[in-house]
């Protein structure tokens, strides 16, 4: 939300600044003026900003190869939209993350009638069901992300074990000396 934008951004930027080289965070959302949003737009593009805070509009215009982090702060409506702002990160092929900040009202008040105005029942039964699916995902601490998304788009997870191996909760099954074998995949594919 905007409000998030304004809160998450006055901490930013107060704790970066401009310290260890980094650029200070800049904002994106609809009620700032469109000056200030192209300005803060075309500095994250070529990198005189480190970090933007910004609301989900501002993703759909992204073609940044080398975005390293994404956060998101509060959940998506849906997998889906969940899936395409995390496609935002790593485009150049190097490593990134998503972290997924959530709590549980964050997929309630998707069933309000400000979410669903307009959509026939089916439409608001399939988006319920894909906000159910990325709750079941958020608070899932033991199987594979990757391997859960492509198989919620009805894809086959192409690493044997069904362990990306990369992940967070493949990460920590490592970690704790879960079975490493399992975490082996097959490139030769």
Known sequence: TIAHVE?????????LGDAGGFARAGKYHGSLPAAEREHAH???LVG?????VATVAFGMGIDKPDIRHIVH???PKT???YYQQIGRAGRDGLPATCELVVA???FSKYRSEFYTRGLSAQARDVMFASTDALRAFAADGA???RAALLRF???RPPFASGRCGTCDNCVALARAGGDSASLARDFAR
Not at 7 to 15: D, F, K, S, T
Not at 48 to 52: F, G
């Open 7 to 15: 809160e998450v951004h006055a901490a930013l930027a107060q704790r």
């Open 42 to 44: 075309r500095a994250f």
């Open 48 to 52: 005189e900003l480190a970090v933007i």
């Open 73 to 75: 702060w509060g959940a």
């Open 79 to 81: 997998v889906e939209e």
């Open 104 to 106: 549980d009202a964050d």
């Open 143 to 145: 199987g594979c992300r």
């Open 153 to 155: 788009f009805g894809e």
